[in-house]
């Protein structure tokens, strides 16, 4: 079994910056890939970016890339996303994931799933 804990969520203004962490126990993820998604209230939970345990590689959804930096900490077994020019619309409870599949992540989809983070971002 994989523990998903994430931390860092709160409210900040309009341009500000915000970093979320994940800290992973349990079962070894080095062939996982880990995820962040974000649901709003009264939308569909969206997938943001992922990041591959082992080589590091990074892929974002179109809608924050330039804007939202997703890292790992091997050593602390921690993933990490840096959030800036954070807008009023990025307001929603953030996940993160790990799954063994890219393509999975990205269809939404995930093996484990952390509670979620609330970000509120104010005009």
């Known amino acids: 079994q994989v523990q998903l804990v994430e931390s860092g969520g709160g409210l900040v203004q309009t341009g500000g910056s915000l970093r979320l962490s994940c800290a992973a126990s349990?079962?070894?993820?080095?062939?996982?890939?880990m995820g962040w998604f974000r649901q709003a209230p009264g939308k569909e939970r969206e997938f943001i970016a992922r990041?591959?345990?082992?080589?590091?590689?990074?892929y974002y959804a179109d809608s924050v890339k330039g804007r939202f930096t997703i890292s790992r900490d091997n050593a602390k077994n921690t993933v990490y996303l840096l959030m800036s020019s954070l807008k009023p619309e990025d307001t929603a409870v953030y996940y993160c994931?790990?799954?063994?599949?890219?393509?999975?992540?990205?269809?939404?989809?995930?093996?484990?799933w952390g509670q979620g983070t609330q970000i509120t971002v104010s005009s």
């Open positions: 994931a790990a799954d063994q599949l890219s393509l999975s992540l990205r269809a939404g989809r995930a093996d484990y």
């Open positions: 349990g079962r070894t993820l080095s062939n996982y890939y």
């Open positions: 990041i591959s345990w082992s080589t590091g590689s990074t």
